[in-house]
């Protein structure tokens, strides 16, 4: 059984988005790099907001590049890299459209082999071997999507996949920070 929410984010709305929407959990992910968790993932839910209707991978690729980058760049910003981001996140969305035919759990619905869905997660645009095990990771835990040899792909760093409150957002941050200090 799927979610109601995740806790990515303290605004309710935007988690539960990121649990019904498999293109708002994929955006957050997307744009989860050089900003907080709680501003990537609130991003989804922004975004909706601002395109004017229903969130979906058809709609951000169907919108004009130059009109998605002034969607982000509305104050406040979606990212603090808004052009870049707006173009990753509509890379994206073309790619789940075009590939995938939009619908993105067919990256591991019916999938045995935990390795072949992180292959497939790559594909995705800006996403390399840390954000596909991330993104693993969280379906392995909120959808219980477990493939053959799944335990050895979640990560083994601090991540999103250690939450389970918006309030355990913090202590999170203090032991990805620590976690990275060690490996340097």
């Known amino acids: ?77 979606i990212h603090r890299f808004p052009a870049n981001m707006a173009k990753r996140v509509h890379a994206t969305c073309t790619y789940v459209m075009e590939d995938l035919d939009g619908d993105i759990p067919s990256l591991w619905e019916g999938v045995d082999d935990a390795a072949a869905v992180i292959k497939s997660m790559k594909k995705l645009p800006g996403f390399g071997d840390y954000k596909a095990r991330v993104y693993f990771g969280v379906i392995s835990k909120w959808w219980d999507v477990k493939p053959n040899g799944w335990q050895a792909l979640v990560p083994d760093w601090p991540s999103i996949v250690d939450l389970d409150t918006a309030e355990d957002i913090d202590d999170l941050k203090t032991r990805k920070k620590a976690w990275k200090e060690s490996q340097s």
């Open 1 to 77: 059984m799927p979610p109601k929410s995740l806790p990515f984010t303290p605004d309710p709305a935007a988690q539960a988005l990121l649990a019904e929407k498999p293109i708002a959990l994929t955006t957050g992910l997307v744009l989860y790099q050089q900003i907080p968790i709680e501003k990537a993932f609130i991003g989804p839910s922004v975004l909706q907001e601002r395109l004017g209707q229903e969130l979906s991978a058809d709609a951000v690729a169907a919108t004009d590049l130059d009109k998605l980058v002034e969607l982000f760049r509305e104050t406040p910003a």
